[in-house]
């Protein structure tokens, strides 16, 4: 229930802390696994000792997670891969049993695992696992059935603040984005179906509700959107607030901070509070950047218990030394990731790095494209499909953005080992591929040109993308070669509408030096979550996918530079900008970057920026 008039300041009342993470994405512990040493850097272990910190402050408190712990990182994806025993636990869910988890909340990347192995790992848990819009089909597999339910009642004996003791019924139910049924469609096939949050969301409340609970509490994998609710939303915790019977809620999936002053400008969010809607809600950022924490006051009533007054707060952990219990307890798990990363792949001829992603000319997503066509160009070779063109669509995954000045991708020239490859492929995406025309091909890559912001000529320096937009929704096609002209409005908004009918950023687009026609028959390359709809991309539909496989692309990338070396293959260079006359883009890189300037024509270093980049402009050819 939204917050009333507070009772009396010497009135009795419950206070109970809720605390949370979300998208911890395997950072147990606070070790770069590309880069194959220790880093300053958030983990769980940082988290674990915040949280024996933050529950001494405490008379009474609840931990839940919001999803998204089992995959993202070597330490997590080792464990991924194959069943899990007695002797082989998940380190994520052995830390999460560790810190004593009341609850948690399915994410989608959950679902990056086989259903099978899904299984294995989550029957794991000594904690009840929920999700009330994914739900198995006839054809799950029985190990799938009952591992998660929609919600829960938890009986919890509460003690107020003149210390009588209390025993309170508190619902708890969650909800992902519905999308995860086509962003893992590779994996979940038809086993599992899924239904709008903001549906689910209401009829776990009522359901709660109904059977008697006195506080409800939501776990939302799901972020932030102030655009009108609409069916199917990926980000709808603001219209959750808006339900009635909620208490309290906690949100995750955008990686963002929640409540911090850059919350989105709305009327129903309070931003410092931390409420929507008037309910105290807690978004802890990812990887363990921070640690939820809502404080809640209770007071009882003649129609029950209600909350009267909340706070929330999202802890940072950065400093925070790391719980040396839980490091002991993970130490089994990360050496045999250290062996397992350290496995000799072959030599690199040359260096691979993502430091000037946004530019024209990038190694490291050539590979990855010459490694995903070389691959299919083997499967498809007794096929109907071998003869039609293949382009191969691959993004920056480590770009910078939300994940700092040290999340880029870079690679020494020289001998290369498995955690090399997971620096290139940072997201255990399988590979797809759909059967598009040359005017959706074309659609395609106006989607991916929205990346950047609009240029305008002779006025100087500009920033050159978009914040908003992460970099592995910048798709590059290789098999083309085509110009993006920014001087033009982007075609199509950030959630795939249309935005500007009339407008066409990306011109000269040719295949083998001759203009696509609208109506030619290609194949597109792409990793699966791409295929799902995941960046919203045009055309991206399960009725355009004609090739699934459930092969890792970073494992089709090891077998590739085993093979080669990873020296440049045939395809040159996709694309360029139109020229524009009197103007810069400025664009943020890691500091590092600096030794790689000369290949990039164009380039001059501005500075250090106060978040730690390095800040570039590059001058447009004019």
Not at 73 to 86: C, G
Not at 88 to 99: F, K, Q, Y
Not at 195 to 210: G, N, P, Q, V, W
Not at 463 to 489: H, K, M, V
């Amino acid at each position: 229930m939204r917050p009333t008039s507070p009772p009396a300041p010497d009135a009795p009342h419950i206070p109970l802390t809720l605390f949370a993470t979300s998208d911890v994405h395997g950072h147990l512990l606070s070790y770069d696994y590309a880069a194959d040493q220790p880093a300053e850097a958030p983990s769980l272990a940082r988290i674990a000792t915040l949280l024996t910190l933050e529950r001494a402050t405490t008379r009474n408190s609840l931990l839940f997670d919001n999803g998204d712990f089992l995959q993202g990182t070597a330490l997590a994806d080792l464990f991924a891969d194959h069943p899990v025993s007695d002797e082989r636990r998940h380190p994520a869910i052995d830390a999460m049993n560790a810190l004593g988890v009341d609850a948690a909340a399915l994410g989608n990347h959950e679902f990056n695992l086989d259903l099978e192995t899904l299984a294995s790992v989550l029957a794991t848990a000594q904690f009840p696992l929920l999700s009330a819009n994914l739900h198995p089909t006839e054809s799950a597999p029985d190990t799938l059935r009952g591992l998660w339910q929609p919600s829960i009642l938890l009986p919890r004996d509460l003690t107020d603040t003149d210390g009588v003791t209390h025993r309170l019924t508190i619902g708890v139910f969650g909800v992902l984005p519905p999308q995860v049924v086509l962003w893992d469609h590779s994996r979940i096939g038809d086993a599992l179906t899924s239904e709008d949050i903001i549906d689910a969301a209401t009829r776990a409340i009522a359901d709660l509700r109904a059977q008697g609970a006195d506080l409800v509490i939501g776990l939302c994998h799901t972020g932030i959107d102030t655009a009108p609710a609409r069916p199917g939303m990926e980000n709808a915790g603001l219209h959750i607030a808006a339900l009635p019977g909620l208490d309290a809620m906690i949100l995750g999936h955008t990686h963002l901070r929640f409540p911090a002053p850059d919350a989105p400008n709305h009327p129903a969010i309070d931003a410092t509070r931390g409420t929507l809607h008037g309910v105290p809600a807690v978004l802890p950022n990812a990887a363990g950047g921070a640690l939820g924490r809502i404080d809640l006051r209770l007071a009882q009533s003649d129609t029950g218990w209600q909350v009267v007054d909340a706070q929330s707060r999202a802890l940072p952990t950065r400093d925070t030394p790391e719980d040396p219990a839980l490091l002991a307890r993970l130490a089994p798990a990360h050496e045999d990731t250290l062996t397992a990363i350290r496995r000799p792949i072959g030599t690199l001829a040359q260096p691979l790095h993502s430091f000037f992603a946004p530019l024209p000319g990038c190694d490291a997503l050539r590979l990855v494209a010459e490694a995903q066509a070389a691959y299919l160009a083997t499967v498809f070779q007794d096929s109907p499909l071998a003869d039609l063109p293949l382009i191969s669509a691959v993004a920056p995954q480590k770009a910078g953005g939300r994940g700092g000045p040290g999340h880029f991708t870079n690679v020494a020239a020289g001998p290369v080992a498995m955690s090399h490859v997971t620096d290139l492929q940072y997201f255990p995406n399988d590979l797809a591929v759909l059967r598009l025309t040359g005017a959706e091909i074309a659609d395609w890559l106006e989607m991916a040109a929205g990346f950047f912001h609009q240029i305008t000529p002779g006025d100087g320096d500009q920033p050159l993308t978009d914040p908003a937009i992460p970099a592995y929704n910048f798709d590059t096609l290789y098999g083309l070669t085509y110009e993006i002209d920014l001087t033009a409005p982007a075609r199509f908004a950030a959630d795939g509408s249309l935005a500007a009918p009339e407008s066409r950023r990306i011109r000269a687009l040719c295949l083998n030096e001759a203009p696509l026609a609208p109506d030619a028959d290609l194949l597109l390359a792409v990793n699966t979550y791409r295929a799902g709809g995941g960046g919203y991309f045009p055309n991206a539909t399960p009725a355009k996918t004609v090739y699934e496989d459930t092969t890792k692309i970073r494992d089709i990338v090891a077998r590739h530079i085993s093979e080669t070396g990873g020296a440049p293959g045939l395809w040159p260079d996709p694309w360029r900008f139109t020229p524009i006359s009197g103007a810069a883009g400025v664009l943020d890189t890691a500091p590092t970057a600096a030794t790689y300037f000369d290949a990039i024509p164009g380039l001059t270093a501005l500075g250090p920026t106060e978040t730690g980049f390095l800040r570039l402009r590059y001058d447009f050819p004019a």
